[in-house]
């Protein structure tokens, strides 16, 4: 009797702890096994569609939680990636080296993070404004120096992943991608380990929760949130070297149309975590794919704003109803004087 | 410290004032009007010397301004084609002075049109759908002035206005019908700005009818961008994004159309082999180099020759009001041409001949 109440009641916690996921994640198997099998090609299209519009929202978003783990807030991301797409995209124009111009993307990305952590933490500023800064700048700056004309040399093509790549369904959705999106993958688990499971990413928690008490211990509270901030700003730039050198192949102005504040959207719906942030990202983009695939169909009489309300539908359903309450770093977005 | 946030502070006016002025400025700045209304897009550095003083209040010149729609003159679309036929005109001596103000916002539409109206110009050409309102009111303000209205169907004859229309549908139709003959998969698509905008719905209309013209029973994948007048034509990447989606499950040819998105769902279908693509508005083999490897045609209205057109009935005091239907036909082959069969060829020449006597009815606005 007794074992029983406790079995219960621990499996309750876990439902709790986990139901919200698990539900999602069994909806969304059911729905990708039902449409493999009435049509797979439309399935793998959708997936595939899926996958790729997740890469630059989840890149921005593990830009944003980096630096609000470390206590800065960054509303900059949609500037960062722009002018990061803008420079690697003007560096394959003049070198026709595209490795060279994802690198020079996450290197504007990164000097975009550093101005920003100059900003919020060596001067103290109001870091909205700090972000709102880069934001314009990015605007500015890429709508004066872009011309019209620039021709690219092409773009990273998808490499598939030997027999990976054959498996049915999951193959061409998964193992049949261009390098960043292979990145972006790699780096959610790598920002992960790094947030949860080493002395570094302790330290990053510690500076954003309590610097001062950080700062007792004799962590470096400036450096770590400098050192969050950039690399934070380089996966930016990384976000934005998608769009121009891997998605597109083209730069056009403000291109990242909102990219970068649906990225922060991603970031809290995913609790501030990097693998949350890589679920919502990809519920995010199921969701777009779904909304263009229903176009496509053509059955549906119904007008196709009311479809493409469908991904904010999703997300303000599942942030109201299932996510709840956020644990929002302690001190997030407050600059730290030393005494 | 305080140095510091100074230089802040200066950069972001620089880059405030890098946005607003834009290219405009380094071509040739508008010469600021005397009361110029707030909220407009008059470069900073005002008062110009420019080369040689051209008066517009004197009726010894004749000025032209071109008002863009939400976007840049060189966006490789319906802006550039506009202000081609502007410069046209000048090229020919008709106007003496031609100048370009780009609104970036929807709400300063007015605004700019009274900014070439208050400095005395005698045609002013806005460019886009969206602007019709702002035309009509302006037109009522400023009786004297020629009014050019690119895309902007007048339901009501204004005598100072003539709207510069086309018939998007034709030229969507022979879209469609290259499509159908072009495509072995028997699926194409269509990836498209938005239907907030009449012209962008005329063209997918055309193309629908144009393909099932040639093949009752093609399956045609069409999708608008969700989003607002705002982002709909300036999203390459949801294009890009839509067309590997559509290529994904079949299609083998990809009509963009919708500006820059359109722009991104050809660059996207040239990297895929064994898809054609087709652009829209002008000429895109000239305008868009990335699509060569799929670019077959593009489904163009001519701005360009209509509006310089218009700007010399102005000039000449013929000025027709009312509504002046362009041009609107396929673009050439290019390096396709050798691709395309002449019995296709021969087939879409006997189809524009149809539209054109009547005998072959898109079905698009009645």
Redesign the interface.
Known sequence: MQSSIIGSSAFLRFLKRWGVNLGIGLVVLVTIIWGYIVND??T???L??TV??AT?LVLGALCGLMGERAGVINIGIEGQMLLSAFIGFLFNVWTGNLLIAVFAAAMTGALLGLFLAF?SVS?RMDQIIGGT?IN??A???T??FY??GL??QG?L?PIALGSLAEIPLIGPVLFNNPPITYTAIVLVLVVHYVLFHTRWGLRTRAVGEHPRAADTLGVNVYLMRYANVIIGGAIAGLAGAF?TLE????F????T???GFVALAVMIFGRYTPLGAWGAALLFGLA??I???L????TFNIP??F???LPYLLTIIVLAGFVGRTHIPAADGEPYEKE | ?KK??FV?AA??V??????AC??AATEAPVPAATEAPEATEAPTEAPTEAPMEIDCTSPDYFCVGLVTDVG?V???SFNQSAWEGVLAAQDSGIADEVQYIETKDAKDYAANIQLFAEQGYDAIVTVGYAMGQATAEEAANYPEIYFIAVDQFQAETIDNVSGVIFNEDHSGFLAGALAAQLSESGTI?AVLGT?LVPPVVAFKEGYEAGAKYINPDINL????H??GLD?AF?????G???T???I???ADVVFGAGG?TG??AL??AA?NEGVYCIGVDSDQWL?V??AHPCLVSSAMKLITPAVSQKINEANDGAFVPGNHIGAAALAPYHDFDSVISDEIKAKIEEIAEGLKDGSIKTGYGG
């Open positions: 090609k439309v793998v299209a959708v595939a569609s790729r519009q630059p900003m001067l800064v314009i700048l605007l500015g700056l709508g004066y011309q019209a021709v690219t773009k093509q769009l998605a597109v192949g083209s056009e102005r403000a291109m149309n909102g990219r777009s794919a909304q263009t695939q176009q496509f169909f053509g196709h704003q479809i493409g309300m | 410290m510091l946030y802040l950069l972001l620089a880059s405030m004032v890098l946005t834009g290219p840049e060189d966006d490789k698509a239907d994948i069409a999708t608008y969700p989003g982002v300036t999203d390459p990447e949801w890009a994004t839509t590997k989606q559509a994904d499950q079949g820059k722009n991104g660059i996207e990297g305008s180099p990335e």
